[in-house]
């Protein structure tokens, strides 16, 4: 956790996403208040495939978040870890363009915007492309280690990996993530329970691996949208639904150049 220089109230605290929820509906994510939970080690091995151990190199990230299918939206941002500046643009409801740049630490004094659609739809986004730095960086996680399972989508069989959070507070408390994780530590597929469910709310696929800088990210993730239990507003049940990344680069500490990812 040394190598990490994200701010206490910023990564780590913000450590609950509603997959397909927060996508339409901007929730807030759940604080990290309760004690460390149980973690195998596979966690820390995974994180560190994904570049855990060279992320306090990274200065600044800058991606565009895509949904195509049963939703539809995209969004850009730039964030600098070490400040916890986030830069935003997107479109509102209208279809207008918006524009901003803020800190998550003042969030509170931000317009209603920012705080209900905005900064929400940031950790949502950041989640999906930054996930792996999760298994690490939530304290209130259960990450549990499996053993090998036949995959969730594909042919053949990989280590599960299931991530738990706790059972309460928050908007859906217990929420869960299955991992199918190769021999080589990638994430090959994930499947969501919204609240702890006992049927998948969402699978997706971990797909078309780059290096940006230092990290490795998956930017395709192709997959459907299951039941939402106890969702606000009905999503189309399944309903294909990709989630994919463009415009993926870094700024190393010390540069001003852009690296994309390769």
Avoid at 123 to 145: C, G, R, S
Avoid at 175 to 201: C, M
Avoid at 203 to 232: C, D, M, R
């Amino acid at each position: 956790m040394a190598s990490v220089t994200v701010e206490e109230n910023s990564v780590t605290n913000a450590s609950r996403v509603v997959v397909i929820r927060l996508l339409v509906l901007g929730l807030l994510i759940l604080a990290a208040t309760s004690l460390a939970q149980e973690r195998a080690p596979i966690a820390e091995q995974i994180a560190k495939t994904y570049g855990l151990d060279s992320f306090s190199q990274i200065e600044a990230i800058r991606y565009t978040f895509n949904a195509e299918g049963a939703l539809n939206l995209s969004r850009t941002w730039v964030w600098e870890p070490k400040t916890n500046q986030v830069s935003y643009e997107g479109k509102d409801k209208a279809g207008k363009l918006v524009k901003l740049t803020y800190l998550r630490s003042q969030v509170s004094s931000q317009p209603a915007a920012v705080k209900e659609g905005i900064d929400p739809g940031f950790i949502n986004d950041q989640y999906w492309l930054l996930f792996p730095f999760h298994l690490v960086w939530d304290a209130t996680a259960k990450v549990e280690d499996t053993g090998m399972h036949k995959l969730a989508m594909g042919k053949g069989s990989a280590r599960r990996v299931v991530m738990t959070y706790p059972s309460d507070g928050g908007y859906t408390p217990g929420d869960t993530w299955e991992l199918f994780v190769g021999a080589d530590n990638r994430i090959q597929e994930w499947v969501y329970h919204r609240g702890g469910s006992a049927k998948p709310s969402g699978i997706w696929t971990w797909v078309e691996y780059k290096k940006a800088g230092p990290l490795l990210v998956s930017q395709n993730h192709l997959g459907t949208i299951f039941a939402l239990p106890g969702a606000a507003k009905p999503l189309p049940a399944g309903k294909p639904q990709r989630i994919f990344f463009s415009d993926v680069s870094v700024k190393l500490v010390g540069s001003n150049a852009w690296v994309n990812a390769q």
